[in-house]
C-alpha cells in the first residue's frame, strides 16, 4: 500500500483539522449559532451606559457556553444599570427586583448564570489591581437579543461580567473609562 499521494494526505489533514476543533470545543466555547438584527423601533433601544443597539441586518453571534470557570476566569466587565428604566431592562433574574447602582450587582453570561445556579451568590472580581466582591442578580443572555425583550441589544458575548457602577467604583476605575475592561473573576 502506498503511504504517499492525495488520499493519505487527506486523511492526515481531516485529522489534523478535527483535533483542532475539538480542542477548540473542548477548552473553549465556540458560537451556537448566529441572530440577525433589525433596527429597534424609534426609542425602543435605551443606550444608557454606552449600551448598543442592534444593527439591521448585522448577524450576531449566541452563546449557550461560557468558558469554564477556575481560580482566575479571564472574563470582559462591562457597565449595566440594574435600576428600574435603566439600560438593564425589566428585573433582575434571581429576584424579579431592581437594584440601586450603589450595590454591587452583576450579571453574568448565560454558561456562567448556569440556569440560575448563581442566583445571589457572590463572585470576586479583581480588576485594576484591585478586588470587588459583587452579587449575581441576573443573566447576560448569550442566546437572544435584537428584540423588545432585550431592549433591542445584542446578545451578550460568551466572558461577560455585567457590572453596576458600584462594582467600577470599588474596582477604583475612573468614570471615563468605564464600560469595557479585562477582568479575572470567581465564586466567593
Request: include cysteine.
Amino acid at each position: 500500500m502506498e503511504t504517499t499521494g492525495p488520499i493519505p494526505f487527506a486523511f492526515f489533514v481531516l485529522a489534523l483539522l478535527s483535533s483542532h476543533f475539538l480542542a477548540v470545543e473542548v477548552g473553549g466555547c465556540s458560537p451556537s449559532g448566529w441572530i440577525r438584527g433589525q433596527t429597534p423601533p424609534p426609542g425602543q433601544c435605551n443606550t444608557g451606559d454606552q449600551s448598543e443597539c442592534c444593527k439591521n441586518g448585522e448577524e450576531y453571534p449566541i452563546f449557550r457556553c461560557s468558558p469554564p470557570v477556575n481560580s482566575h476566569t479571564r472574563a470582559h466587565l462591562t457597565l449595566n444599570s440594574f435600576e428600574k428604566g435603566g439600560d438593564g431592562g425589566g428585573p433582575s433574574e434571581c429576584d424579579n427586583k431592581y437594584h440601586s447602582n450603589d450595590t454591587p450587582v452583576v450579571a453574568l453570561s448565560t454558561g456562567w448564570f448556569n440556569h440560575e445556579s448563581r442566583c445571589l451568590r457572590n463572585i470576586t472580581i479583581h480588576g485594576n489591581g484591585n478586588t470587588a466582591v459583587a452579587m449575581v442578580v441576573d443573566e447576560c443572555d448569550s442566546t437572544q437579543g435584537c428584540d423588545d425583550e432585550h431592549d433591542y441589544q445584542p446578545p451578550c458575548d460568551n466572558d461577560i461580567v455585567d457590572a453596576s457602577r458600584a462594582v467600577w467604583e470599588a474596582l477604583g476605575v475612573p468614570k471615563d473609562n468605564w464600560g469595557w475592561l479585562d477582568i479575572t473573576w470567581t465564586d466567593a
